[in-house]
C-alpha cells in the first residue's frame, strides 16, 4: 500500500540553552518528518524562497545518520532578523507513483517558546468512592499555544472521563480509577511540557484474624493462666488514615497492663493491630471485636469477630477416605478435598506439591475457605501431587497443618498419523502403521483396524506402542477408508489411511 502522512515539523535549540524563548545568536534545529511508503523526499522554503544546502552560510538541510532518510533537519546558525520568518516542509514521492505532494509551515519568531504549564490540584488527591474528581491545567506558556491532553498510568484513560479545554473530569470515581494522571502540553517546540497528579481512592477491603498462643509453651492450645494474642490486619488505602478500635462482647475496649492493645510496624505487618491478653483469666472468655476505620470517613467500616473459649482449639487437617487418589477423565469437573477441623475454622490454601508450577488460576497458590478446590475441565498437565494447608488467616498462628492429594487425570491415546493418504496399484500389497504418542492409562490397550464400517482386526497391545495391517493383494473392494482405533478407558484416539489407486501429479508427469 502506497501513501504519504501529513508532515509534522518540530523544532528545538542547541542543548543547555534557554528554553523561553528562541532569542538573537542561538542555534534552532527545526526537523521535518513524515511516514512514507516508497520513502519520501523532502525540501524546504523559507517564505517563497526555496532553500538548499549552500544557498545561505546561515543554513544547514542533513539527515541524521541513525533516520535512514526518515527525516530532513534545516539548521539555522546564529538566529539572524530575516531568519524570523514562515518555514514550508514539503514531502514528496510524486516522482514515484503520482500522490500529491504534503506541506506542512511552522512560523519561527522571536516569541517562539516550548511549552509550560500548571496543575491547579493538589497532589497527591486523596477521594472517597462515588466522588466526582476533577484535575485542572493550564498552559502557562509556549508559542504558538500548547495543545493539553491528558493520559494515565493505565495507558488509556477511564471511559466514563470527559476532557475539556485542559480540564479532565472523573464522574463516579471508582478504586479502579485510582493512579498517577498526567497533564501534556505540546507545540512542537522544544520538548513537551508534562505535570502529574495522583488519584488515591479511599478503601478497606480484606479484614483477617489470626490467634497466636502463648510462644512460651510448646503445645498449641489456649490455656488459663497463659498468654493469647489477637492479631488484626486490613488492607487499607491511603495506609496512614487506618485506625482501629476493639470491642469485647460489643463494650468499647481500651489498653491496660493485662490488656494490652498495639498496632504493627507497618514495614513489617502493615495495616495490622494486636490485641495481647496476659495471663488469660476465666472471665477473658467472650468475643473480642476488631473495627477498622478511615480517619478521612466515607467508606464503611470493617469489623471482625473472634471468639475466644475454652472450645477455642488449633486446626488439624485430614484427607477423607477415598478421596486420594482421585481420578477423572480429561474435561470433566474435579472437586479435590481436604477436611480442616478446629474453632476457627482456618482459609485453606492449596497450591501444587509435586512441581513449582502455578495453579489452574495461575496463581501459586489457591484460597479455599471451605478445603474443597475445584477445578473446572481438567487437562493432563493437571495430574499431580496437590497439597492443602492451613493458613494463619482466621485461624491459628502455628506451624501449618497440610495434607496431599494425588489427582489422575486419564486421556484418551495421542496416534500418528491422524491422516494419511496412501496410494497403490492393484494386487499389490499395502501396509499401514498406528503408533500411539501418549496415553493415561497406557497399559491396557485395544486396537480395532475397519474398511468403513467392517471390522478387520482387532487386539491388545503387549509392550510395542504400535500396530500394523496389511493388505497382501489390492482388489478393488480393498479402497477405501481404513481406520485404526486405539482405545482406553478414557476414549479413542484414531489413525485414519485413505487408500486409492489415483497417480499423483508428479507421477502423472514422468509419464
Known amino acids: 500500500m502506497r501513501d504519504l502522512d501529513d508532515p509534522v515539523v518540530t523544532v528545538h535549540q542547541s542543548i543547555g ?15 521535518c518528518v513524515a511516514n512514507s511508503n516508497p520513502p519520501v523526499r523532502y525540501s524546504w522554503h523559507r517564505g517563497r524562497d526555496v532553500l538548499s544546502q549552500g544557498s545561505d552560510k546561515g543554513v544547514e538541510i542533513y539527515e541524521p545518520f541513525f533516520t535512514q532518510g526518515e527525516t530532513k533537519i534545516l539548521k539555522l546558525k546564529n538566529l539572524r532578523p530575516k531568519d524570523y520568518a514562515n518555514y514550508s516542509c514539503i514531502a514528496s514521492v510524486r516522482n514515484v507513483c ?6 506542512v509551515i511552522f512560523r519561527l519568531t522571536n516569541k517562539t517558546a516550548s511549552p509550560s504549564i500548571k496543575l491547579l490540584v493538589e497532589d497527591p488527591i486523596v477521594v472517597n468512592p462515588g466522588q466526582t474528581v476533577s484535575l485542572v491545567c493550564i498552559a502557562t506558556g509556549g508559542e504558538p499555544p500548547p495543545t493539553l491532553t491528558w493520559s494515565s498510568t493505565s495507558e488509556k484513560l477511564p471511559e466514563k472521563s470527559v476532557v475539556k479545554d485542559g480540564t479532565l473530569t472523573l464522574p463516579a470515581i471508582t478504586s479502579e480509577d ?9 507545540n512542537n517546540v522544544g520538548n513537551p511540557a508534562k505535570k502529574s497528579t495522583t488519584i488515591i481512592v479511599r478503601a478497606l477491603k480484606k479484614g483477617r484474624f489470626w490467634i497466636t498462643p502463648d510462644p512460651y509453651h510448646n503445645d498449641d492450645n489456649i490455656q488459663i493462666g497463659r498468654e493469647v494474642k489477637i492479631s488484626c490486619q486490613v488492607e487499607a488505602t491511603p495506609p496512614e488514615e487506618l485506625m482501629f478500635s476493639w470491642l469485647k462482647n460489643g463494650r468499647a475496649l481500651r489498653s491496660s497492663e493485662r490488656m494490652v492493645i498495639t498496632q504493627t510496624d507497618p514495614d513489617i505487618s502493615p495495616g495490622t493491630t494486636n490485641l495481647d491478653i496476659i495471663d488469660l483469666k476465666f472471665t477473658d472468655f467472650g468475643t473480642y471485636t476488631c473495627v477498622a476505620s478511615l480517619r478521612g470517613g466515607g467508606i464503611p467500616e470493617i469489623s471482625i469477630d473472634v471468639n475466644i473459649s475454652s472450645t477455642t482449639v488449633p486446626p488439624s487437617l485430614t484427607v477423607p477416605r477415598g478421596k486420594s487418589p482421585l481420578v477423572v477423565r480429561e474435561g470433566e469437573t474435579v472437586e479435590l478435598e481436604c477436611l480442616v477441623s478446629g474453632k ?28 474443597v478446590l475445584r477445578i473446572v475441565n481438567v487437562s493432563r498437565e493437571m495430574t499431580g501431587s496437590y497439597r492443602c494447608q492451613t493458613s494463619q488467616y482466621n485461624g491459628f498462628n502455628v506451624k501449618p ?3 496431599v492429594v494425588e489427582l489422575i487425570v486419564q486421556y484418551p491415546p495421542a496416534v500418528e498419523p491422524v491422516w494419511s493418504e496412501v496410494r497403490q496399484g492393484l494386487n ?3 501396509a499401514m502403521s498406528c503408533r500411539v504418542l501418549r496415553a493415561h492409562p497406557s497399559r491396557v490397550l485395544r486396537y480395532e483396524w475397519r474398511l468403513g464400517s467392517r471390522l478387520l482386526h482387532a487386539g491388545h497391545f503387549d509392550t510395542r506402542d504400535e500396530t500394523e495391517y496389511t493388505v497382501r493383494t489390492l482388489t478393488r473392494e480393498g479402497y477405501g477408508e481404513y481406520t485404526c482405533d486405539i482405545i482406553n478407558e478414557a476414549g479413542a484416539g484414531r489413525c485414519t489411511f485413505l487408500v486409492t489407486g489415483k497417480t499423483s501429479i508428479s507421477e502423472t508427469a514422468l509419464k
Open 178 to 186: 485510582a493512579g498517577v494522571y498526567s497533564c501534556i502540553a505540546s
Open 98 to 103: 503520482g500522490i500529491p505532494d504534503r506541506r
Open 428 to 430: 499389490r500389497p499395502v
Open 401 to 403: 497443618r497440610e495434607a
Open 17 to 31: 540553552e534557554a528554553k523561553e524563548q528562541f532569542y538573537y545568536e542561538r542555534t534552532v534545529f527545526l526537523r
Open 344 to 371: 476457627p475454622k482456618p482459609i485453606i490454601l492449596w497450591s501444587r506439591a509435586d512441581k513449582e508450577v502455578p495453579m489452574p488460576d495461575g496463581s501459586m497458590q489457591m484460597e479455599s475457605y471451605d478445603g
